[in-house]
């Protein structure tokens, strides 16, 4: 699993601990807790990007934030992440996609590329994920397994090998390894 070192932990940490300001106040708000299941009034403070607090609506924080939105009661919820996505067989480009799903609450996706893959390999892969940065909705992928899907048995422009999903599998934006289609090799056991 990769981490994200963008961020800097301390910050964070001493952001939470109400040590220094955070950016935006989010109040007035009905919170929906999806690990606790319920829903109740809060305040949500975020610092570059990133929550690092929940407090009642009666709480005041330490240091006030830059900046206060009042959420007029409505209710805040974490965005959606798909897991598993080929945006490909949308026939958008992730530019495009981003702008089509984010509205509707999607905020982050993993794509499997591997059916530009298939056509253009690791240049079609970079392509697609320099493409996504276009975008505010957050892009990942995966690099695909093995292209073609089966070796073999069929024919692609490009194919996979350890050296090309190695190469992949360096870049910050690539967070592991794509569903395996190679059944072939499978039910060989290799």
Request: proline share 7%; glycine share 8%; charged share 20%.
């Amino acid at each position: 699993m990769k981490i994200a070192v963008w961020m800097d932990r301390g910050k964070m940490v001493r952001a939470a601990m109400g040590k220094i300001p955070c950016d935006l106040t989010v109040r007035n708000i009905q919170l929906v807790n999806m690990f606790s299941g319920e829903v109740y009034p809060a305040q949500v403070d975020i610092l570059d990007g990133i929550i690092v607090r929940v407090r009642t609506e009666k709480e005041s924080p330490a240091l006030p934030s830059e900046q206060i939105f009042d959420g007029g009661g409505r209710y805040l919820i974490p965005g959606f992440i798909d897991s598993h996505l080929h945006v490909e067989s949308t026939m958008m480009i992730p530019e495009n996609f981003g702008r089509a799903v984010l509205p509707w609450g999607t905020t982050t996706i993993v794509m499997d590329p591997h059916e530009i893959a298939n056509v253009l390999g690791i240049e079609g892969v970079s392509f697609m994920l320099d493409n996504a940065k276009k975008t505010p909705l957050r892009q990942f992928a995966l690099a695909p397994s093995c292209v073609p899907s089966v070796p073999g048995v069929e024919n692609s422009g490009a194919e996979f090998g350890e050296e090309e999903i190695a190469c992949l599998l360096e870049r910050p934006d690539v967070l592991g390894i794509a569903e395996i289609m190679n059944y072939v090799d499978v039910c060989k056991g290799r």
